[in-house]
């Protein structure tokens, strides 16, 4: 029977295809969002309002009105967008008139007789495209875009955001990133890369130093909530605790150094197929690079990640399907794949501690 694992997409050049949805509760804003047209990763391509409450504003009675069908045709406002201090009403001309305007931003949802019933905004809300590349289609509440680049997904994400150059963390750590002076500092807005685990107080000289972002294998489970307040992007590639980290990941980003990266730090979400993930634009070369396939079941030569000890974090690939379960350290009986790793070490890891690599 064939094996569907969870994928990570680590490709060092893919035809990436992204989608960015407004939330189903707000209203869409017109935009300059066209088909065929370029977008960088800090591109808005989305605008809308969160809608909340309700008003119903009475004219007649806002305007001493005792007739409702006269009322009813002192409205000047029809159903739609409206802004705060818009004109909804007017009875009568010229300086002496008396007006009745909209008393927030919103929309305005039905008329019925002298009332105006209209939905409040809350807040604002702006979707940026996180990847570059060009629009393939534009509607009010979806975009689609594909790009070029480097493709890395990671196990985690705070849910920051940014597009900016990367370097790697000083060989003195974090310790001697601490003694740098921030005004001068060449790691100021710059993402810093590690392959080793972060704790509380790296992330703490991180945040004096005003860098862009931090991107690390792993960190304690019990910093998730202070680093969820961080105004910077963090990126696990592993996950939380301390793990080894993947080889291919930082190979990649050595191999690109210098340039720009999306790094989109999305929180992982069960219900989403969102997940965090290092966007590297590259030129194709006039080569149409190839899309990832995410439903892929496990086969003889697949490219998969060990994702339990003793070989966390090593990649390989697979050379044999036992046709009956094997033992493994627990001792039980487990559907398993033997494994060829990058050192010539064979290696029988049980099937659910596999990872795809896409």
């Not at 050049?13 to 992204?18: D, E």
């Not at 100021?188 to 991180?206: C, E, S, W, Y």
């Not at 496990?298 to 044999?320: C, F, M, N, Y």
């Not at 033992?327 to 559907?335: D, E, I, K, W, Y």
Request: hydrophobic share 45%; net charge neutral.
């Amino acid at each position: 029977m064939p094996y569907y694992p969870e994928t990570t997409i680590i490709q060092g050049l893919a035809r990436i295809q992204r989608e960015r949805r407004l939330p189903p509760t707000a209203e869409p804003r017109p935009t300059h969002t066209i088909q065929g047209a370029p977008v960088d990763p800090i591109h808005v391509v989305l605008e809308g309002d969160l809608l909340k409450d309700f008003r119903i504003l009475d004219v007649a009675k806002l305007l001493n009105i005792r007739d409702p069908e006269f009322a009813s045709t002192v409205i000047t406002a029809q159903v739609g967008r409206v802004q705060v201090g818009q004109e909804l009403a007017r009875r009568g001309k010229g300086r002496r008139a008396k007006v009745v305007q909209s008393p927030a931003d919103g929309v305005i949802v039905g008329i019925e007789g002298s009332r105006i019933i209209m939905q409040v905004a809350e807040r604002s809300i702006e979707i940026l495209a996180r990847i570059q590349g060009e629009i393939i289609s534009a509607e009010p509440h979806v975009v689609k875009m594909t790009g070029n680049g480097a493709l890395i997904q990671c196990a985690w994400g705070n849910g920051g955001f940014c597009y900016e150059a990367y370097r790697w963390l000083p060989e003195e750590g974090f310790a001697g990133l601490s003694k740098l002076d921030v005004r001068i500092s060449e790691f100021r807005n710059v993402v810093i890369v590690t392959p080793q685990p972060i704790n509380k107080g790296d992330l703490l000289v991180a945040q004096q130093q005003e860098v862009a972002g931090v991107v690390a294998p792993s960190m304690p489970a019990n910093l998730r909530e202070f680093v969820m307040q961080l105004k910077f992007p963090v990126l696990l590639t592993e996950g939380f605790g301390s793990r080894r980290p993947t080889g291919l990941i930082y190979t990649l980003l050595q191999s690109n150094m210098g340039r720009q990266a999306a790094f989109d730090a999305v929180v992982p979400d069960r219900w989403s197929w969102e997940r965090p993930e290092i966007m590297i634009p590259l030129p194709s070369g006039g080569v149409l690079p190839p899309t990832p396939v995410l439903d892929k079941a496990l086969d003889l030569g697949s490219q998969v990640r060990i994702t339990r000890a003793p070989w966390d974090g090593l990649i390989g690939e697979i050379v044999d399907f036992p046709a009956a379960p094997q033992v493994v350290g627990s001792g039980l009986r487990l559907p398993s794949a033997k494994i060829m790793l990058s050192n010539g070490q064979a290696v029988m890891v049980p099937l659910a501690n596999l990872e795809l690599l896409g």
